[in-house]
Each structure stands twice: as structure tokens, then as C-alpha cells.
């Protein structure tokens, strides 16, 4: 007979599936006893200021989504003119509008410049980060490394609760004098400083929305050093728990340069300083009474010293899920697991020192473009070597065409392009020919659209089973996934052409009036179609999303056949507050998958060597099946 | 969460869950990093609090260099007072660390009289420079006036609140001292000391605003 593998629990050897029994008795016997005796929490406490990681990653998941539909929203009204310029919206969305913004039904530029600001604002720091960092951070990093909750749970509710007040602030913009902030999601100065109140409202939410982050990274940072558990040396880390760390890093000192400028800018328009504006400054003919003597270019190094560190806050966490995806549906190690390590360490010190290549046409001078030119080429080695090791990783595989893995195999290509597509930005040269053009905007949208967002939705299909204990309709997300690719092509792969052909990106009639955007001009009826058909695409998501918490397939705890700690140690729905019954102790790596001479295709990281000898327990037998589970409880 | 690491009971976790669950490394340090969690916090703070003034540092140094004339600060700004307000935040440090010292060492009396004497220093500091500020305001010596005070204003207000953060923290300490010392001492004890720490790094941007807007 082959010796039976055990696992230790608590001073008991038992076999795994025994174990495996135990646990789940234990938890149906927990949460009987909770809905017995009736919720022993308020329903304040439990569901609105919950200090559970997980309830608050799943507020930070909700609330994100809903940004990521409002921001795509705005969007969609601004493709609408832009296709079809000084064309009436429908009845019914001129009414939604109001006639202080779209009289007639015909959107004014002023309004086009508010959507355009908010758009990027709210993208990236209430849709994107949040998602990425908030939610996914949130619930996984501390089921992935062992860990009861968080290292500061009211902390990390504070976290929360700044973020939504922040951009609940943000939204309300729209609503005062002026509307909503105006000066493009830079807000740039002198521009900014002397714009519609609006850009006040940004300033406060923004400083809502740093403190926000600036919590959830130090909690990030402690969580991941000193809640691991036992045996989770940090060469043993998931990939996504490395990426959420360099995340909390950059979160943690690129934000803080960015409240100092938010600071200085409301100085500037609160009490009349002047750090941005210089002296000699005539606003509609009449001359600037302002003190002068300020400089704009130091509210852009500010600006840029935060929001390009930025760009990696928003793609590493991708690239986290994206590799935990890859590996478990492969079957198979990730390819250069201390490659991918080092690349991203190496990334994240990068990422401090390539802000000015967004200033290169500022007149800055030569030597400092050559500088940031030089430092912004050696940032990409970092990220081809991720994407090069993620993409060896598939050799060989036995891959498995699951909805988390498609989402994850376009991640690949459509991340190579945007990535690629920023090289030619980043040599001054070229930069100048393509600066503030469509290209631009094409280039950062394939890195964060189909890069970050396919690795949102990936991510989101391969933990449903975890957060809810059941399955996303397979078919649904294959309808889904196939037009999102198709039609997320259509909208950003035509931005190239026209921004080679120098089409700006700020113009509200979507370059009508330029000689030489007419070869070009029709691309903008195929990507406004084709980004009207994107969100058509995202109807069976929001309904496959609702639908499976109701009546979605149940599933076991394990369902992927994963090897990290938060399938393999713990239930899916986890415990109600705690994470696992028993703390789990790590063995081994987390992508032993296939190992020759193991039974399954998958070794857990909390499941001991075979080779282990049990210590004789008493009776020197095992017990039978269900029996610990009995005598336990 | 060690208490309950041996069982595979869920009332263990399950009682302590309603109120509050154990998370390790509290009050002990890790082995392995050697810090307990608050500590390792109050440092990652510090590094983005490092972050906040260097920009501003940064801006008044590349204001300053592009700008044609530049007042030096001694010429307008009251340097006996600031000398005054450098030695009352210094000293600070040093009570705030006999605080922590008393604490350790089991004499809850001394502890809070130092806290006690930590925040009269706190006090003291604002008092000054609340009678500077207004001795300048006065005068329509304001913010907007030039890019020099505007800079004044902006890094020593923003230094001011982080004072008055500070002092808030330990009248809080001070006033629930009998209640913690009695029931998690270590715990208290600790928090005085990241307390500490993040007032000696208030008394360090201090000791640098001093010389760069006062002196040079």
C-alpha cells in the first residue's frame, strides 16, 4: 500500500482528505451556529464600517466597478460628438444632461473639457487603482500569505472611507457653478489655477483620495512583512503578493510629492500665491494681478513625479493576476519566477526616475531629456522580461481554455502593443512629432484598457468561486470576453493612425477643422460604433456578475485545482472574520504544479512532503474518515 | 492567533471574532523583522512624510534659485524667536523620550508627567509661532504677498499642523494612560514610542526650516 500523506492539524497527523472533512464540518457548524443565534454584529458594523479585509475589499470592488461604468459612460457621450460633431444626443440623454451642458441637445465645449478631465480622473484614481489595489489587494493579499486580516483593520477601513467620500466629492463637481473641473486630469497650471471652481473640488478630493491610499499602502507594506505565515519565506510569495508590494511602495512615496502640489495648488487659487504662475500673465487681454515669480513646469514635475509611478501602480497588479492565472492554467511553474521578482523590484526603483519624459517638449533642455530619455529606455528591459517569462510560461502547457485564462492569454499581445507603442514616446525625438496626439492616447489606453482591465476582468472570473462559492456562467464570459477583444481593438488600434497623422487629442469636433486630419477623420464614426458596441459587450458581464451570486454553479473550495494558500488552506466563501480555521504553515513554492511522482497536478503550498513521517499518534492508527471532525467539535 | 494555531475549533475564532480578532505582531516583535507591526507603520509613514516635504523643499529650492531677488530670511523674519521655538521643540524630543523610558520601566507617574511636560512643549512652540504669524499678518505680510512668504507660510503652517497632530496624540495618551498601563502596558508603552518617533521627525523638519528659511 503507498504510505497515505498527512497533514498536521494543530498536534494531530491526519490524512488530507480527513483534514479537508474536518475543516468543512467545522466552518457548517460555525456558520449554523451564526445564523442560529442571529447576526451577532450590527448590520453597520458588519456591512458598512466592516474592519473585515474582505468585506472591505468587496466595497472597494463595487464601488470601483461602478466608477469603471461611469468613467466609461463619459466616454461614450464624448465619442458620440466626436463622431458626429454638433450632432443632437437623444432626447433622452440631452434631458439626462441638462441644458446648461448640451442646449439643444449639442454638447458644449466647456462640457466636452469637464467629461475629458473626469474621465482620466476618475479611470485612474477611482476605478483602476481601487479595483486593482483596493479590491483585488484587499480580499487576496492576506488569504495568500496566511494571515488572520490585515495588519491594521481600522485602518484599512479608514482607507475606504476616504476613498468614497473622495470620490463622491469628485462627482459632486458636476453639480456646482461651472460644472466639474476643466483643466484635463494633469490640471495643469496656469490653465488650472485660474479655471471654474471645479478644479477646487478636485484639489480637496484628490487629498481625500492620497490619504485614502496612503493607508491602504502602509497596511499593504506591514500586512505582507510581518503577517506571513509560517514557512512563506518571501522567495515562497504568490507573484500577485510581489506585485501588490512594489505596488504599495510606489502608492506609498510617489503619492505624497503630488499632495504636496495639490497643496500648493489650492494655495494658488485659495489664497492667491503664486508657486505656478509666472509674472507678466494677461488672461483674456487683461493683465494678472498675481505676485508672479512662480513656475508652472514645477507643478508638472510634481505632477508627473507621482503620475508615473502611477502607470506601474496600475499595471503591476495586473500583471500579478495575470501570472497566479497563467500558472494555474498551464498546469505548469511560472518560467523565471526570481526573473519576474527581480524585474519587478527593478521596475518599481525604475519607475521614480523616468517622470520628465512626459515634459520633453516643455523646452526643459537637451540634457535633461537625454537623461529621462535614457532611464525611461532601461524601464522597458523590467517589462519586457515580465512579459517575455509570462509568455515562455505558456510553452509546453497544457493549457486550459478557462474565461480568467482567455482574458489573460489577450492580456499578453494587447499589453505588447501598448507597451511597445510607448517606445517612440519615450526618444524625444520621435516624441515630438507625436506628443498630445491621438497616438499618445492610443498607447496608454492599450496598457491600461485591454492590459489592466482584461487582467480586472481575469481576475474577477477566476476568484468568483473564492469571494461567493460559486461559478461565472462559462459560456456568458466567452461572449463576453470575444467582444470585449474585438471591439476594444476597434476603439484604440485606429487612434495610432490618426495620431501619426498629427490629429491632436484635445479637440472637441474630433479634428473637423484641420486639413490635416481629413484622410484620417472617418477612422472616429468606426471607433465611436465600435466603443458603443464595447459596452454592448459588457451586458452579459453585469448580468453573468449578478446572476452567478444568485444562482450561479456552487462549487468546491478548491475549484481551479490552485496551489496557493487562499484556495488551498481555507473555504470557499473564507470564514466569516479570521481567514482559517487553522493557521496554515507553507512548504513549498507557489506554482508546484505537475510535480513528478505526485498524485494530482497540483501541490498545495500548505500540504507537508509526502516524504514527512507522521508522528505515532495514540492507537498509532489513523482515524477513521469524519471522526476528528466529530471528536473536534 | 498562536493561542489558537493547536485547534481546529471555530469558537476560538469565532468568539474573539465578534469584537475583534487576534492579529500577530501586535505588541511583539516578529523575529524575523524584528519589529512589531505599529512600529514598521510609523516608519513607512515617515519615508512618505519624508516625501511630502522634500517636495516642498524641493519646490522653495527651484523658486528660489529662478527667482531675480530673494529676501533672506534673517533680514525679515524674527530669528531670536525661531532660535527660542528651535530649543522648545528639541527639548521636546528629549521629554518625549523620558516619557517612553518611565514607561518601559514601570514608573506610570513620571511617564505621564513627561508626556504632560511633551505637550506643554507642543503648546509652547505653536504660542510663538502663532505670535510670529501674527506679528507678519499685521504688517499685510501675507501668503500672497511674494513667492518668499508664500513659501514661509505654506511649509511652516503645514509643519504646524503636524504639530498639532503630535499634540493631540499625546494629550489622547495621557488622558487614557491609567485605563491602558493598567491592562496592556506593553501595548501603551509602545504606542508612546511610535508617538516618538513621529515627533522626532516633526523636530527634524524643523531643524531643517529653521536655517533654509530663516538663516540662509
Redesign the interface.
Known amino acids: 500500500m503507498p504510505p497515505q500523506r498527512q497533514i498536521r492539524v494543530g498536534n494531530q497527523w491526519m490524512r488530507a482528505k480527513d483534514a479537508q472533512r474536518a475543516l468543512e464540518e467545522a466552518l457548517r457548524v460555525q456558520r449554523e451556529e451564526e445564523s442560529a443565534h442571529g447576526p451577532h454584529q450590527s448590520f453597520i458594523s458588519k456591512y458598512v464600517f466592516s474592519i473585515d479585509h474582505k468585506w472591505i475589499g468587496i466595497q472597494y470592488g463595487i464601488t470601483s466597478l461602478t466608477f469603471l461604468l461611469i468613467g466609461f459612460s463619459m466616454m461614450l457621450l464624448m465619442r458620440y460628438q466626436l463622431a458626429w460633431p454638433g450632432k443632437p444626443f437623444p432626447m433622452w440623454i440631452a434631458n439626462f444632461l441638462g441644458a446648461s451642458n448640451a442646449p439643444g441637445g449639442v454638447m458644449l465645449p466647456e462640457f466636452y473639457n469637464q467629461l475629458g478631465a473626469m474621465h482620466g480622473t476618475v479611470m485612474v484614481f477611482l476605478a483602476i487603482v481601487p479595483l486593482a489595489v483596493g479590491a483585488f489587494g484587499n480580499y487576496l493579499v492576506p488569504l495568500m500569505i496566511g494571515a488572520p486580516d490585515m495588519a491594521f483593520p481600522k485602518l484599512n477601513m479608514m482607507s475606504y472611507w476616504m476613498y468614497l467620500p473622495g470620490g463622491l466629492l469628485m462627482m459632486s463637481s458636476f453639480f456646482i457653478p461651472g460644472g466639474a473641473p476643466n483643466s484635463g486630469w494633469t490640471s495643469y497650471p496656469p490653465l488650472s489655477v485660474i479655471a471654474t471652481h471645479g478644479q477646487t473640488i478636485w484639489i480637496l478630493g484628490m487629498i481625500l483620495l492620497i490619504t485614502s491610499s496612503l493607508l491602504g499602502s502602509v497596511n499593504f507594506i506591514v500586512t505582507i512583512f510581518q503577517l506571513r505565515a509560517k514557512g512563506l519565506t518571501f522567495m515562497r510569495l504568490p507573484f500577485f503578493v510581489w506585485a501588490q508590494l512594489i505596488t504599495s511602495f510606489l502608492l506609498l512615496l510617489a503619492f505624497p510629492p503630488l499632495e504636496a502640489a495639490a497643496i500648493l495648488q489650492l494655495m494658488d487659487r485659495v489664497g492667491g500665491t503664486s508657486f505656478f504662475m509666472p509674472s507678466g500673465l494677461v488672461v483674456s487681454g487683461a493683465p494678472l494681478e498675481v505676485a508672479g515669480g512662480g513656475n508652472p513646469l514645477l507643478w508638472q514635475h510634481l505632477f508627473w513625479f507621482l503620475a508615473h509611478p502611477e502607470v506601474y501602480v496600475l499595471i503591476l497588479p495586473g500583471m500579478g493576476i495575470i501570472s497566479e492565472v497563467i500558472a494555474n492554467n498551464t498546469r505548469k511553474p511560472l518560467w523565471g519566477y526570481k526573473s519576474l521578482v527581480g524585474a519587478g523590484v527593478f521596475l518599481g526603483f525604475m519607475s521614480f526616475v523616468v517622470w520628465a519624459h512626459h515634459m520633453f517638449l516643455t523646452g526643459m533642455g537637451t540634457a535633461i531629456s537625454a537623461f529621462f530619455q535614457t532611464t525611461t529606455m532601461i524601464i522597458s528591459i523590467p517589462s519586457v522580461i515580465i512579459l517575455t517569462a509570462l509568455l515562455i510560461s505558456l510553452w509546453g502547457g497544457s493549457i486550459r481554455f478557462t474565461v480568467p485564462m482567455l482574458f489573460a492569454l489577450a492580456f499578453l499581445p494587447m499589453f505588447g502593443i501598448g507597451g511597445l507603442t510607448g517606445l517612440p514616446l519615450g526618444l524625444a525625438a520621435a516624441d515630438i512629432h507625436l506628443h498630445d496626439t491621438y497616438y499618445v492616447i492610443g498607447h496608454f489606453h492599450y496598457v491600461v484598457a485591454p492590459g489592466t482591465i482584461f487582467a480586472m476582468f481575469a481576475g474577477i472570473y477566476y476568484w468568483f468561486p473564492k469571494v461567493t462559492g460559486r461559478q461565472m456562467n462559462e459560456k456568458l464570459g466567452k461572449l463576453h470576453f470575444w467582444g470585449s477583444l474585438i471591439f476594444i481593438n476597434g476603439v484604440f488600434a485606429p487612434m495610432f493612425i490618426q495620431g501619426l497623422a498629427g490629429v491632436s487629442r484635445r479637440l472637441y469636433d474630433g479634428g473637423a477643422q484641420y486639413v490635416h486630419a481629413k484622410p484620417v477623420l472617418h477612422t472616429n464614426v468606426f471607433m465611436s460604433i465600435s466603443a458603443f458596441l464595447l459596452l454592448a459587450a459588457q451586458v452579459p458581464f453585469i448580468f453573468n456578475f449578478f446572476y452567478s451570486i444568485a444562482k450561479g454553479r456552487r462549487v468546491t473550495s478548491n475549484v481551479w485545482d490552485a496551489t496557493t494558500l487562499e484556495w488551498s488552506a481555507t473555504t470557499s466563501p473564507p470564514l466569516a472574520h479570521g481567514n482559517f480555521a487553522v493557521a496554515p504553515v507553507v512548504y513549498r513554492g507557489p506554482y508546484e504544479y505537475s510535480v513528478p511522482g505526485h498524485p494530482t497536478d497540483f501541490f498545495p503550498q500548505s500540504e507537508p512532503d509526502e516524504t514527512l513521517p507522521a508522528p505515532a499518534t495514540t492507537g498509532g492508527g489513523l482515524l477513521p474518515a469524519g471522526a476528528v471532525a466529530q471528536k473536534e467539535i | 492567533?498562536?493561542a489558537?494555531?493547536?485547534?481546529?475549533?471555530?469558537?476560538a475564532?469565532?468568539g474573539?471574532?465578534?469584537h475583534?480578532?487576534?492579529?500577530?505582531?501586535?505588541v511583539h516583535s516578529?523575529p524575523d523583522?524584528g519589529?512589531?507591526?505599529g512600529k514598521?507603520?510609523i516608519w513607512?509613514?515617515l519615508?512618505?512624510?519624508v516625501?511630502?516635504?522634500?517636495?516642498?523643499f524641493s519646490?522653495l529650492i527651484?523658486?528660489r534659485t529662478?527667482?531675480p531677488n530673494w529676501p533672506r530670511g534673517q533680514d525679515i523674519l524674527n530669528v531670536p524667536l525661531a532660535t527660542l521655538n528651535t530649543f522648545v521643540l528639541i527639548a521636546s524630543s528629549v521629554t518625549v523620550v523620558l516619557a517612553w523610558a518611565n514607561f518601559r520601566l514601570g514608573n506610570l507617574k513620571k511617564g505621564k508627567l513627561w508626556l504632560f511636560v511633551t505637550l506643554l512643549c507642543g503648546f509652547g512652540f505653536m504660542i510663538i509661532k502663532s505670535i510670529e504669524y501674527t506679528t507678519k499678518i499685521s504688517h499685510h505680510l501675507?501668503?500672497?504677498?511674494?513667492?518668499f512668504y508664500?513659501?514661509y507660510y505654506?511649509m511652516t503652517g503645514?509643519h504646524g499642523l503636524h504639530v498639532l497632530g503630535g499634540m493631540i496624540v499625546f494629550a489622547y495618551l495621557i488622558l487614557t494612560a491609567n485605563k491602558w498601563y493598567g491592562e496592556k502596558r506593553e501595548q501603551f508603552t509602545n504606542r508612546v514610542e511610535v508617538t516618538g518617533l513621529y515627533w522626532h521627525f516633526v523636530d527634524l523638519v524643523w531643524i531643517f526650516l529653521f536655517p533654509i528659511l530663516y538663516l540662509l
Open positions: 492567533m498562536d489558537h494555531a493547536g485547534t481546529l475549533d471555530p469558537h475564532h469565532a474573539a471574532d465578534h475583534e480578532i487576534e492579529i500577530p505582531y501586535t516578529r523583522t519589529v512589531y507591526n514598521l507603520g513607512l509613514f519615508a512618505s512624510e516625501m511630502l516635504f522634500g517636495a516642498l519646490t527651484l523658486l529662478s527667482a501675507v501668503p500672497a504677498t511674494n513667492n508664500a513659501t505654506v503645514l
